[in-house]
């Protein structure tokens, strides 16, 4: 959620900047700050906390120049300080950067910086590039060049700025993957940038998008663009209109599939800050429960509804294989009108994006009312959920508007495994190598989420095929089966095709009798310890004429000779593997819903959150 702002021209660039982040604060942030070239100097100002913060600094020591960028900063590496707030500077402060994204292979990098004798002053994977681009700098003399040269040393999604008091006229923009967007605004007689557009919007309507692999050198007067090859490019301009549900929409036809487009970069927000990759422990900053609570607890309810149960099913597996607590999910209208067992050794764990949905309130009171600790994961902050619980999970996903689930979706997924690596933490099950390799699984994750996303397949091929057919079948086992209940939830709820999820182990068990040639099947079937179960289940469709969409992990030729078509995704650990899953089968319902002429972002009769019972 990180914001970016970058300005060359006339003006004072610090002003600029400043309005820019402001603009962009509802990205969500920690710290923030601004450099500026001042008198041929780069002059950094940071600040913890709000923007009032840092604005308060420049009053009290202001900085002028034509030329600066600023950051507002979400924590991945390194903890919440002035130190690792952005920008961030080579050895001799010459070169400074701006990033978002995670930096996933940054230990390697940055022990041998330091063996070459650069000195680093964060606990940053940022200040690994500003070190690079000074390496490759010395030995080019070229800015760009140096440029390139880091930026294919990372791993990782990333999206950065580089400004340098070598070549002082001239802003250096990339984006990698899906670390989040590049925007150019062209004005007159000067030249911004940033990472959406609400920051540029007072300033020219004239936009220019960044692609992953593309590089911006920006002036005061105009841009040029290359290849991560260093090969030129021209890039559109497009004209922005001053309309509020355009601008949010970015480009977009609907909410919905820009929502679903912004999951590499929820996903990372979700990680943020959360995780010391360095020491492999889980911070979980607003989880206000005694360990020794959750330590004692052996029994979990956790209630949700819709989309978030079928996340709370995912947590289950996560938990209870992590953490070694069993746990009992529960539909929150469920829960409310029982008996369930609850003493001073269970624990409530709630899952509602708005925390508002009355249900879910409804048992966290019951919950309270019995003396158990609640905790939530919550989208919105200062919601009821999120003031009523004892500890709070956010997603930090952003605003979502359309109405069918999709980023909160998998944050709330990403959550669960944080949740169950902290627990695992806290009551040992979990060993230190464990950890790490359980944690290298997860700072892999963005960059998977964004190779789903960019992924060549013809949804809107497929959804030709059949958007005109009435039911869909989905099978899925074990931590999968949730993604097939909530893929066939997607379908149903903005194309309004009947779907059902189910379990592939329960097919005979009668929804065998309706498959025929007019009823597709999407059978989860990546490659863990059930796949050749699900290939059974693929078989016994085939042989009564079915028709079989599969959802397989790259590599798997086999499976192409027994679907009639295969989405793939990559290869991860099994527990994050239906973070993954679920994204192609948002984008199928979503193609599927646009061929059918239906309102993608607000489905007939639903309504976001549901707010009276």
Known sequence: MCGIVGYVGPRQATTIVVEGLKRLEYRGYDSAGVTVLQNGRLTLCRSVGKLTNLVSALEADPLSGHIGMGHTR???????????AHPHTDCREEIVVIQNGIVENYVGLKEELKTEGHIFRSQTDTEVISHLVEKYYSQEGDLVTAVRQALNRLEGFNAIVVLSSHEPDKLVAARLGNAGGIVIGQGEGEMLLASDMPALLDHTQRMIFLESREIAVVTQTGASFFTMEGVPIQKEVHVIPLDPVAVAKGGYKHFMQKEIYEQSRSVTDAIRGRVDFDEAVIHLEDLHVDPEVLRRVNKIYSVACGTAWYSALVGKFMIEELAQVRVEVDYSSEFRYRDPLLNDRTLLLAVTQSGETVDTLAAMSKAREAGVKTLAIVNVMGSEASRVADGVMYMRAGLEIGVAASKTFTSQMVLHYLLALYLGQIRGTIRKERMRELLHDLVELPNLVGQVLEDGTDYEALANEYFKRENFLYLGRGINYPIALEGALKLKEISYIHAEGYPAGEMKHGPIALIDERMPVVAIAVKDKVYEKMINNIEQVKVRGGTVIALATE???????????????????????????????????????????????????????????
Do not use: F
């Open 74 to 84: 979400w924590a991945t590496h390194g903890e919440v300080t002035q130190a690792n």
């Open 555 to 613: 590599g798997d030729e086999d499976i192409a000779r027994k679907a009639d078509h295969v989405l793939y995704i990559p290869q991860t650990s099994p527990l994050l593997t239906p973070i993954l899953a679920v994204i192609p089968l948002q984008l199928l319902a979503y193609h599927i819903a646009v061929r059918r002429g239906c309102d993608v972002d607000q489905p007939r009769n639903l309504a976001k959150s549901v707010t009276v019972e």
